[in-house]
């Protein structure tokens, strides 16, 4: 994927959260990321509490608000880019193989884990074997997530941006009380650490 298709689908992962269809015209050419992330979207389906896009598939963590909420946000999400991907690279077809694929989050030790495993995930970018063996060098392995865009790391590591409107960062604050954002980061690379 390319930078224009990432960010694509961090609009549609706003707009798609709500009870309010998105129109095909609001994403027209010419608006500004900032432009799209203040477009009214009205009531959201569910929380959004954490996000990685990948080259080839994605992770949410996803607290619904409604019922039904979260499949009507991810038909939504997946039916809007399919079309934007079809359409932009003259294809035919489904984008995406099969249904996505939900996990209910029954512990806290499995919340744990999930918000782990979606913000280190990019890390497999340059340490390929890091779910098997650990990561490697931390250091870099930082450095690396610091400048991901595409996952909510930097929200929470207190980075002022403004896909930040994406998340619904409140929901988690109930678990994990994280004072400062080298809290956050220490949390989930040392849970990982401590796996390996």
Not at 68 to 73: D, E, K, L, M, V
Not at 128 to 136: Q, S
Request: charged letters at 30%.
């Amino acid at each position: 994927m390319r930078t224009r298709d990432y960010d694509r689908f961090l609009i549609l992962l706003y707009l798609s959260n709500s009870t309010k269809p998105v129109r095909i015209d609001d994403l027209t050419q010419g608006r500004t990321l900032g432009e799209l992330f203040a477009l009214n979207r009205d009531k959201p389906l569910a929380d959004l509490c954490a996000y990685c896009l990948m080259p080839n598939h994605f992770h949410l963590l996803i607290c619904e608000k409604t019922e039904g909420g979260i499949s009507r946000f991810m038909q939504k999400l997946m039916t809007g880019f399919t079309m934007y991907f079809n359409t932009r690279y003259e294809r035919t077809g489904a984008l995406f193989q099969g249904k996505y694929k939900a996990s209910h989050v029954d512990n806290d030790r499995y919340l744990k884990y999930l918000l782990s495993y979606i913000h280190l995930n990019p890390t497999k970018l340059i340490e390929p074997k890091w779910k098997e063996t650990g990561i490697a060098n931390r250091l870099r392995a930082e450095k690396w997530l610091k400048n991901y865009q595409y996952s909510s790391w930097l929200d929470y590591s207190g980075k002022d941006r403004i896909e930040r409107r994406i998340l619904n960062t409140g929901v988690l604050e109930e678990y994990y009380d994280y004072k400062a954002p080298s809290d956050f980061k220490e949390s989930v690379t040392e849970w990982f650490d401590n796996q390996s």
